[in-house]
């Protein structure tokens, strides 16, 4: 392996933690013109009530709507547009973050704003009106998209009614029900300086970093912030009873998707399990990839993808087809899954997607934001930042054993889900494939 250079090795996370325990991780990266902040948030729609689901993504977009500082709606956006920078937030089922990104030289201006925004917003009742309407919105588009809803369908049928089968964004009647006094309690539960980690990267010093959190975010908490937020329930392990749903619609290809439940983001397969879907589906060179577009000519689009959360996960399979090629690309599917755990992955073959998920990773890396979340994410996640050179070498080590010992724990009958939307009606010839499904 290449030896790193000073000015590579340099670019390492530092971790501060204020003395009311919110934490600040800095990445200095010297070269870059940007600095990019992010507040991540231990909270997401897996720790939410189902009459009010959708809950954290309702006050994502709240804290954008307005503070005591700046009380025009438009007023946080523009202070970092202003400034030639860009602004947003995303909210998932366990953390939601908020970040910006400015020329280096407003680090200052960037960190107040960000702070202000995330502390004190006005939660006015027109702006939470306004927004329903934007939310709502947003909910029917993402129902109107079908390669969102056939992954709205994997996961209800992966996970059923638990939280982690529940929308991000809820549904019309939850946000239908949130109020303000919601938005406000899930701010006091959720949004304390213990469950918060402040992540900046790019052309920043630790020290003026660590000063401007202090001055920003270090007091001011309201009563009660110093206690840890509440727990989350754990995730169910069965499978739901109906592991196929099939919605109907007048299009002109189905949208089709499978998943197999896995393990939890820190599972000592993690590295396996990413190897294992390089060689499955993530790329032009994947299996999947030749053999049911190259090969067959079924789908202009497939892959698959790996998720994982803090104690759950499942490996997911998409893919573009037509109506009358759903069922064979579902049979193409389960073979090559089924080869994972039979057959030993080529040391050539290994070698390939070693190489690309490696380069690939490295490559990720290239912008001061991809640290800067990169950082932030796994701080609040994981309670620690693994080193990129930690992470390579975990990719390194995978065999192809381990890749076939990961395949076997995963591929395994009772462990399958599938969803369609678009013209297909013959729910039931794919409900008996998935419940008749076994590798063995």
Not at 173 to 186: D, Y
């Amino acid at each position: 392996m290449p030896k790193l250079t000073d000015n590579q090795a340099s670019v390492e996370p530092t971790i501060d933690a204020l003395d009311n325990r919110l934490r600040v991780v800095v990445t200095a990266i010297p070269h870059s013109q940007a600095a990019v902040l992010a507040a991540y948030v231990g909270v997401g729609s897996r720790d939410e009530a189902r009459e009010t689901l959708g809950l954290s993504h309702y006050l994502e977009h709240m804290l954008f709507k307005g503070t005591a500082s700046r009380p025009e709606p438009t007023a946080i956006s523009a202070a970092i547009e202003g400034a030639g920078g860009s602004l947003n937030a995303f909210t998932s089922r366990e953390l939601t973050s908020y970040w910006n990104r400015v020329p280096f030289d407003r680090l200052p201006l960037a960190m107040d704003v960000l702070a202000d925004s995330v502390r004190h917003s006005l939660l006015a009742e027109q702006e939470i009106e306004r927004e329903r309407t934007v939310i709502c919105s947003e909910i029917r588009r993402a129902h109107d998209q079908p390669g969102q809803r056939v992954g709205q369908l994997l996961t209800q049928v992966t996970y059923g009614d638990q939280p982690l089968g529940w929308e991000i964004a809820g549904d019309l009647e939850s946000v239908g029900a949130v109020t303000r006094e919601h938005l406000a309690e899930h701010i006091e539960t959720f949004y304390r300086p213990a469950n918060i980690v402040l992540s900046v990267a790019g052309n920043v010093e630790r020290e003026e970093v660590v000063e401007l959190a202090e001055r920003h975010w270090g007091d001011g908490w309201p009563e009660g912030a110093a206690e840890a937020p509440p727990g989350r329930s754990a995730a169910l392990d069965a499978m739901p009873d109906n592991p196929a749903q099939v919605e109907v619609r007048d299009l002109e290809q189905c949208s089709l998707a499978l998943a197999l439940k896995s393990f939890h983001r820190l599972d000592p397969d993690r590295y396996a399990m990413t190897l294992l879907n390089e060689v499955l589906g993530g790329g032009m060179s994947s299996r999947l990839f030749t053999e049911i577009r190259e090969k067959r000519g079924l789908a202009y689009s497939v892959g698959s993808h790996p998720t994982a959360f803090d104690d759950a996960g499942h490996l997911s399979i998409m893919a573009g087809v037509t109506a009358e090629h759903v069922l064979e690309t579902v049979d193409v599917a389960l073979d090559e899954l089924c080869k994972l755990t039979t057959e030993a992955v080529e040391a050539d073959e290994l070698e390939r997607v070693r190489e690309h998920v490696v380069g690939s990773f490295r490559l990720g890396l290239d912008a001061a934001a991809s640290w800067c979340h990169r950082a932030g994410g796994m701080l609040l996640s994981n309670g620690f930042i693994e080193p990129v050179e930690e992470t390579i070498a975990g990719y390194e080590a995978v065999t192809a054993a381990a890749i076939q010992r990961v395949a076997q724990r995963v591929v395994r009958e009772g462990n399958l889900a599938g969803a369609v939307v678009g013209p297909f009606d013959r729910q039931d010839e794919l409900l008996e494939r998935i419940d008749g499904f076994n590798p063995n």
